[in-house]
């Protein structure tokens, strides 16, 4: 049930590019995607709903294949702020009070 | 407006003790949704609350119960604790229903460790 991330990890060099893969198993209502650094709290970034709506965040954005249930959330020009673990949350069709996060991408920007 | 706010944020106890965590959201949001968790393992849904109500409970055993108060803030016990169950304990809100209706505010967490 908990949507599957790849890469595990990821380290890049400042103005490059990433991309993370989040795949669900179950039909999906939305994506949401999340970052967290150190000793802090999940910080929400942006939500893909059923339907094609999404609210994005400056700089990254997302995309969301309703058919195959995945979502890839794209960094482009990363900066060393981008760095910490990427989370992506699935809510199943049916259930829209239950999100259900997969199991994290850590994000590493060097200068 | 003030963010999401959990006590205690750091606590050590022993195994077979139990804990409560307390969680008050932000004002007016009414969802409330905890969460465990540890390296490796990412963020464990452990329930949700909307209203008084549980509406949605993560695969986690009857040790760990939580309930929400007429005014949404939100508990979460654990009793007889075990060794695994040391981890950082994270609540969110959201103004309608859990993580459908868009942003979750989530709180620094409280950890716990088990002795």
């Known amino acids: 049930q908990q949507p599957v991330q790849s890469p595990q990890a990821v380290i890049l060099r400042e103005g490059e590019d990433a991309v993370i893969n989040c795949s669900s198993s179950k039909a999906l209502y939305s994506v949401h995607w999340y970052r967290q650094k150190h000793g802090e709290a999940p910080v929400f970034l942006m939500i893909?709903?059923?339907?094609?709506e999404q609210k994005g965040h400056e700089k990254i954005s997302a995309s969301f294949n309703e058919k195959k249930q995945q979502s890839s959330l794209y960094l482009t020009a990363s900066q060393l702020s981008y760095s910490g673990t990427y989370f992506c949350?699935?809510?199943?069709?049916?259930?829209?009070?239950?999100?259900?996060f997969g199991q994290g991408t850590t994000l590493q920007v060097k200068p | 407006k003030a963010g999401v706010t959990q006590t205690p944020r750091y606590l050590i106890k022993t195994r077979g003790q139990q804990v409560t965590l307390s969680c008050s959201p932000i004002?007016?949001?009414?969802?409330v949704s905890w969460y465990q968790q540890t390296p490796g393992q990412g963020l464990q849904f452990l329930f949700e609350?909307?209203?008084?109500?549980?509406?949605n409970k993560g695969n986690f055993p009857g040790r760990f119960s939580g309930r929400q108060f007429s005014n949404s803030r939100s508990e979460m016990n654990v009793s007889t604790l075990e060794l695994g169950d040391s981890a950082l304990y994270l609540c969110a809100s959201s103004p309608l229903g859990g993580g459908a209706t868009g942003e979750l505010f989530f709180g620094e967490g409280s950890r716990l460790t088990v002795l």
């Open positions: 609350y909307f209203s008084e109500t549980q509406r």
């Open positions: 893909l709903l059923k339907g094609g």
């Open positions: 949350g699935t809510v199943p069709l049916g259930n829209t009070g239950k999100l259900i």
């Open positions: 004002s007016g949001h009414r969802s």
